[in-house]
Structure formats: structure tokens, C-alpha cells
């Protein structure tokens, strides 16, 4: 089976392709989304895993987020070839504040927007098209609506969040925490964010969306993420208790992982403390 990852030489990326032994397709490999010339080639694919992606929320750059994320995806899907298998990596943040009814969020929560940034509203409007060119091509595909996924550090890119609490605390940096690091999270390792594409390619299922992250099992603050890595390497963590940073929409976020364990026999086999190990 023939694997490519879009974004493959990312934050994410590095290590999907590591797992599939997938090419990347990136401008790093010197292939371009937006070039005419080098699209064809993931047509000779088996399965594509589609990571590129602008990952800004800022409004004024709204224009280039949306043409990377929703045009740059359309780019993609067009030259899926049919009966291939398609994976899309949307976000939790598609629900925005509609996620704080639930204690655990399912798919069935509201997308209505509720302030949204341009990031998790491309996304959105990206997953149609996911649907769409599915439907009209005739390949199988899945959408991803990731909760925290995090990984190692990789060379020439930006670490998430639980990465840059790892770093802080190792290097005795200076955090500041959101309600004081109240808001709960269930990360995601990128091991079994790869394994949950292998349950795509591998499952009978056609299409799917599905919410992914650690579960309940696995959910943890802010604060609880700090200053368990701070007990994994004997370190203080300095966080700063005066800070005043707004709470985040949802405050609390926790994925309810019940359609993909049913229908993709997936569930997360990295707990958050093995997670956590793994980057320090």
C-alpha cells in the first residue's frame, strides 16, 4: 500500500510519515498544493493523508487561511483517484462554544458558529468538500476532528501547546496558564492519531466523521499537564499564578471516542503520563 501525507515534513507530519513509511508531499519535498504540475502524482496513491494546512487564527489574514484550507484541500481531492482512501485532519474546534454543553463531546454537537476563528471555520468548510469529491470520485473518506494532538519536537516547526509546556518546565520557563490551568483537555498522541488512520484504511468503512482524542481516560488540566512533567523530571514548574489570560471556548473539552471505537475498532492505546514521558 502506497501512503502519502500532505504536510508530511510538519509538526504532525514527520511522525505520520514515519509510521506509514508514507511520502510527504509538502514544500519541503518541493511539492506544492497550488502547483498545477505537481498535484497528478497523488493520484498514485492508495491512501491520502491530508495534513497541509495554515494553522493561524488571526482575522486579518482570514483570506490566505481560508485559500490554503479550503481551496488548497480541493486542490487535493480532485486528484484522489477512485477507490483510493481519503483522511482529512479537521479540528474539535469546529464545535466552539457549542462544545460546552457536553461533558463529552460527540459528533452530533452544534457547528453553529460561536465566534469561530478563520482557522476552525476553513476547516469546517473544508470537510464538505471532503464529503463532496468523495461522493463524486467514488473513493473512501474520513474526517478527523482532532482533540490535542501532540508529539515530539521535529526540526524547522512550531510545537503545540502540550509541547511547549514540556519545554517550559524542562528549561524553567515562565508559564502562564489559562484560569489559573483549570480548563481540561484529553490529549492526543500522534502514535495513535497514526494508528487511527491505519483503522480507516483498513476498516470497510466508506465515509466517516469522528471525533478523536484521549478520551476520558485520559483527560487532564492544563495545570495537571505542567506539573505532571514536572514530576517526571523532578522540576518545579514557575507558573505564573497572577496571570490573567482569557479562558478558552470550550473551557472544557473532552472527546466522546464511542463512533470510532464501534466503527473502526480504534481507541487510544498511549496514556497521558506514557505520552507525556515520551517528550521529556
Not at 501512503?3 to 510527504?24: E, I, N, Q
Not at 504540475?37 to 487561511?65: F, N, Q, W
Not at 466523521?209 to 505542567?226: D, E, F, P
Not at 471556548?249 to 505520552?275: C, H, K, M, N
Request: aromatic share 10%; net charge negative; hydrophobic share 40%.
Amino acid at each position: 500500500m502506497r501512503v502519502l501525507v500532505t504536510g508530511g515534513s510538519g509538526y504532525l507530519g514527520t511522525h505520520v510519515c514515519r509510521f506509514f513509511a508514507a511520502d510527504d508531499f509538502s514544500r519541503r519535498s518541493n511539492r506544492d498544493i497550488f502547483n498545477a504540475e505537481d498535484l497528478p502524482v497523488i493520484s498514485d496513491y492508495d491512501a491520502v493523508i491530508h495534513l497541509a494546512a495554515r494553522l493561524d487564527k488571526g482575522r486579518d489574514t482570514a483570506a490566505e487561511t481560508f485559500r490554503t484550507n479550503v481551496e488548497g484541500t480541493v486542490n487535493v481531492l480532485r486528484h484522489v483517484r477512485e477507490g483510493a482512501a481519503f483522511i482529512f485532519a479537521s479540528t474539535k474546534d469546529v464545535y466552539g462554544a457549542n462544545a460546552d454543553a457536553f461533558t463529552e463531546v460527540p459528533e452530533t454537537c452544534p457547528t453553529d458558529y460561536r465566534g469561530q476563528s478563520p482557522l476552525e471555520w476553513s476547516k469546517l468548510v473544508a470537510e464538505h468538500y471532503v464529503h463532496y469529491y468523495a461522493a463524486e470520485r467514488n473513493f473512501r473518506a474520513c474526517v478527523f476532528r482532532l482533540s490535542t494532538p501532540y508529539a515530539r519536537p521535529s526540526e524547522g516547526n512550531a510545537p503545540g501547546f502540550v509541547t511547549h509546556y514540556v519545554e517550559s518546565v524542562k528549561r524553567g520557563w515562565l508559564l502562564r496558564l489559562p484560569a489559573q490551568g483549570r480548563p481540561l483537555r484529553d490529549p492526543l498522541h500522534v502514535e495513535d492519531f497514526s494508528r487511527a488512520c491505519r483503522a480507516f484504511i483498513d476498516a470497510d468503512v466508506a465515509r466517516g466523521v469522528y471525533n478523536l482524542g484521549g478520551g476520558s481516560t485520559n483527560a487532564i488540566t492544563l495545570r495537571g499537564i505542567v506539573e505532571t512533567v514536572g514530576r517526571l523530571i523532578e522540576v518545579e514548574p514557575v507558573i505564573d499564578e497572577e496571570a490573567r489570560i482569557p479562558s478558552p471556548a470550550p473551557f472544557d473539552y473532552v472527546s466522546d471516542i464511542t463512533r470510532a471505537r464501534a466503527e473502526l475498532g480504534w481507541e487510544p492505546q498511549v496514556g497521558v503520563e506514557e505520552g507525556l514521558r515520551s517528550l521529556v
